[in-house]
C-alpha cells in the first residue's frame, strides 16, 4: 500500500510540473483569437465604408454629368459636394459629350492612398455652350 501511495503521489506531482509550465497559455491564446477577430471586424468595416463611398461618388458624378450637360456647371460642382463624400474633387470636360470624373477620399480620408472615382458621360443638350 505505501508503494502504491508513493508512486500515485509523484505522478501527481509530474502532472502538477506539466499544468505549471502551460499556466496562462489559455489568456494569451484568447487574446490572439480576440486581436485576429477585432482585425476581421475593422477590415470588414472598412470594406464596406468604400463601397458606399463608391456608390456615392457613381451618384455624383452622373448628377454632375447630367447638370454639365444642361450648361449649369454650378449646379453640378454643388451636386457634387452634396452627393460625394468629404474631400471630393469634380473635374468636368468635353465638347458634345459632357465627361464628369469626381475622385474622392473613402471614410473622410482615414485610408491612406486610397480614392474611389467614378466617371459619366451625358450628351450635352442642343444650344448650350460647352464648359
Known amino acids: 500500500m505505501t508503494g502504491d501511495g508513493g ?10 510540473g506539466l499544468l505549471a509550465g502551460e499556466r496562462g497559455s489559455v489568456t494569451v491564446e ?3 483569437a480576440l486581436s485576429a477577430v477585432v482585425l ?3 477590415l470588414s468595416l472598412a470594406g464596406i465604408g468604400c463601397l458606399i463611398a463608391a456608390v456615392r461618388v457613381t451618384d455624383a ?8 450637360a444642361r450648361g449649369d456647371e454650378a449646379a453640378a460642382r ?3 459636394q452634396q452627393l460625394a463624400p ?3 474633387t469634380l473635374s468636368l470636360t468635353g465638347g458634345d459629350r459632357v465627361t464628369a470624373h469626381v475622385l474622392a477620399p473613402p471614410l473622410g480620408g482615414l485610408l491612406p492612398g486610397i480614392q474611389v472615382s ?6 450635352r443638350e442642343i444650344g ?4
Open 7 to 16: 508512486s500515485c503521489g509523484s505522478d501527481r506531482d509530474a502532472h502538477q
Open 30 to 32: 484568447a487574446a490572439v
Open 40 to 42: 476581421v471586424l475593422v
Open 61 to 68: 458624378a452622373g448628377e454632375a454629368a447630367r447638370l454639365a
Open 78 to 80: 454643388s451636386a457634387v
Open 86 to 88: 468629404a474631400g471630393s
Open 118 to 123: 467614378a466617371t459619366a458621360v451625358a450628351a
Open 128 to 131: 448650350e455652350a460647352g464648359p
